[in-house]
């Protein structure tokens, strides 16, 4: 099956600073990746749809120069949540979906950021 | 907007049969599928809706009616693995929505 690899898994950093999130489509071509932001034990709430070459589409409510994503290729889609604050503690999970089978998607790994 | 409810939790016992179920109200509908998650970890594909009907994949069955709006999951031969968190979620070309989601709990 296909594989998406997340890193880092967590991170703990300073209010103040930014964190990079990268996200990679290992074995295939992943032409959209979607964001997502979980809260314990609630859903999935998608942040942003980042397609190659182009600017990511945000949802509303979903700060784009806090949240910077950048999809500069095939496989690789990245996550910087700029000058981070405590209430930006989450878990934020991305997600593929390739050229074939339009009702799953691929998921990474998490990653568990916590904000001091 | 679009919005997709499940109910919060349900409890069943081993070896029992559970569904969970879906309601929906999305524009430009395609399909619906159905992740399960553990605590701490990724969601993982279950099944895929993407006409009227029922999907039968081992334990795991999925149904959708498009006139109602509606979908379940229906687990069989409940495993104490089984307890988990489960979402339905709407594809779309520029979104991919989910559920509120539906703690499972399994009791032996």
């Known amino acids: 099956g296909a594989v998406v690899s997340q890193h880092p898994s967590w991170v703990i950093c300073k209010s103040g600073t930014s964190v990079k999130i990268e996200c990679r489509s290992l074995d295939f071509q992943a032409t959209t990746m979607f964001w997502y932001r979980q809260f314990p034990k609630q859903s999935l709430m998608l942040m942003a749809t980042s397609n190659e070459g182009s600017k990511a589409t945000y949802e509303q409510g979903v700060e784009k120069d806090k949240f910077l994503i950048n999809h500069a290729s095939l496989t690789l889609s990245t996550l910087t949540v700029t000058s981070a604050h405590p209430e930006d503690s989450s878990f934020y999970i991305c997600s593929a979906r390739g050229s074939q089978g339009a009702g799953e998607l691929f998921f990474g790994e998490g990653s568990r950021l916590t904000v001091l | 907007g679009q919005s997709l409810e499940q109910p919060s939790e349900v409890t069943a016992v081993e070896g029992a049969i559970v569904q969970i179920n879906c309601t929906y109200q999305?524009?430009?509908?395609?399909?619906l599928s159905w992740y399960q998650q553990h605590d701490g970890g990724a969601p993982t594909f279950l099944s895929y809706?993407?006409?009227?009907g029922l999907e039968e994949t081992g334990r795991f069955s999925s149904f959708l009616s498009r006139s109602d709006s509606y979908g379940y999951l229906l687990l069989q031969e409940l495993q104490m693995k089984d307890s988990a968190s489960y979402f339905c979620?709407?594809?779309?070309?520029?979104?991919?929505?989910f559920g509120t989601g539906t703690r499972l709990k399994v009791l032996a």
């Open positions: 809706n993407g006409l009227d």
């Open positions: 999305t524009s430009g509908f395609y399909g």
């Open positions: 979620a709407a594809p779309g070309t520029y979104k991919y929505i």
